[in-house]
């Protein structure tokens, strides 16, 4: 492996800032204001611990409300009662997730403690559901927050992982005696598993099922009319957590309707496009405006290299903070918060998390990468692949064209093959490792809820960040650093030379061609592999072809 990646930088093993601001993290100014929980009863002193999240004295005010009640009316009447007001904060927008989970994780710890003391009967959970990650999708965040605020709801949840065929989750529905089953994936691709799911549950006569889906992949016209059109059963789409959770209200309720006057409404067959119906994407036909480069880069070096030696705190600095504590953590404005007002509220409250992190994680996250560069011509929607004589074709991506706009086409920002001379084209794939998705398993099973959400958020957006920075490295390599921005937020917005496309997105959305990236780069020398479904193994991985055109810029195909 490289000594040193191709900026020179040096290893550091720590940052003075940050090392500096955690010796006063802890220190706070003296409370000036009595016990919050003085003068309330036993029940509203409960439902409080679980709204504010706080453990503190949490056992003891327990121990008082069992000399006043059974372990079972505690729960059902006490602590759900909670756990329904923190679902009424959070539906208004006057509580952020995070919070929602460190409610469940006092939630998760008053029914552990009350457990000794449940004498368990049969039907006395308010319902029960299968959860799982469709076959093929590795994604699980998502369906373990369902499982997180169902479970902690009164729900009996089986949560039976990830890539999961049908027979596996219906045999395990079957078995553990449950009502509902709630799919959940990534991909559009786990949408048309889905779809042959319920179409494989018809003809199994097992339609009995109610059904949730959710994913960041569907959407509900997708679910409320296209799948409900096949399935003859229920089939309800999940937007999040809570809606699953209103779902399941719904469903099992004794006096609510096999089908709903709505369900009938859509049970008309529809005629929307599939997904990932091919004709959303060309394929061939008249090439965009976009003109090669005349003089393309010359190859830094052909084939592929690994690095390993990093400065982790010189990464965190390419963590986009809105796509951290907005997308993964879900930090959402308030109603009548002004966009500076909420900034500066992430900076007091999310700030010292992400700081927090950067030290725990330290040793947890291995930033690795493989990289390459390759001798390359455009056929058509074609992009050939040259072996090192620059004649002889190694393998070749074929890429959709927009069907309208400007029919735009990654082959285009090549030079063409009658053009005499090859262009050039890099590959990378990045990975921060398979611990931290360790790590998450570790702290999900514990209960710890909120360091859950906030783990698997630093660990995909270190993964973008060193993405983000290697892509720096690249263009540097290449000669196109020429338009570098001085602030690193231009780097979010892609105000750089070029551009790197991500397999599975819209421009190049076949994750099918990362067998042929394995094939260039390797990557299992930096300990990546592929699933089945061609998705990258750990989960805090992404790769990307990088295009060095300079009016290379993100698109849709349409």
Known sequence: MSETPPGGERTCVYDPLIELMARFENVKAAATVGDPFEGLTIAQALQKHIVDGVKKNLERRLDEALAQHDALSIINEILLEGMKTVGEL??????????????????????????????????????????????????????????????????RVVNIGIKQPINSILDQAQQHGCQVIGMSGLLVKSTLIMRDNLLEMNERGLHTYPVILGGAALTRGYVEQDLRGIYRGRVHYAQDAFEGLRLMDQLTNAEAPAHTEETEIHRVPSHRTDPLDPVL??????????????????????????????DLFEIFKYVNPVALFRGQWQFRREEGQGNAEFTAWLEENARPVFLRLQ???????????????YPCASDGNDLIIYRDDERTE??????????DQRRLCLSDYFLPVSAGKRDTVAFHLVTVG?????????????????????????????????????????????????????????VFSAKYHGSRYSFGYPACPNLEDQAKLFELLNPAAIGVSLSEEFMLVPEQSTSAIIVHHPEAKYFNIR
């Open 281 to 310: 994407f060309q394929f061939d036909g008249t090439r965009s405006e976009i003109v090669p480069v005349e003089e393309p880069p010359a190859l830094p070096f052909y084939g592929s290299r690994s690095f390993d030696r990093f």
């Open 434 to 490: 398979s611990e931290v998705s360790a790590l998450e398993r570790k702290l999900f099973d514990s209960g710890d809820y909120q360091q859950y959400l906030y783990v698997h958020g630093m660990g995909v957006e270190t993964a973008e960040a060193l993405a983000e920075y290697w892509h720096l490295q690249i263009r540097r390599e290449m000669g196109i650093d020429d338009q570098e921005p001085e602030d690193v937020r231009l």
């Open 394 to 403: 190694w393998t070749r991506f074929t890429f959709p064209r927009q069907r």
């Open 90 to 155: 959070f539906g208004v927008g006057k509580m952020q997730l995070p919070f929602v989970l460190q409610s469940a994780e006092v939630m998760k710890a008053s029914v552990r403690y009350l457990e000794p003391h449940l004498d368990r009967v049969e039907g006395s959970d308010k319902g029960s559901i299968l959860l799982a990650t469709v076959a093929g999708d590795v994604h699980d965040i998502g369906k373990n927050l369902v499982d997180i605020i169902l479970s902690n709801n009164g729900y």
């Open 359 to 373: 030290r725990e994680l330290a040793r947890v996250l291995k930033p690795r990468v493989v990289w390459g560069y």
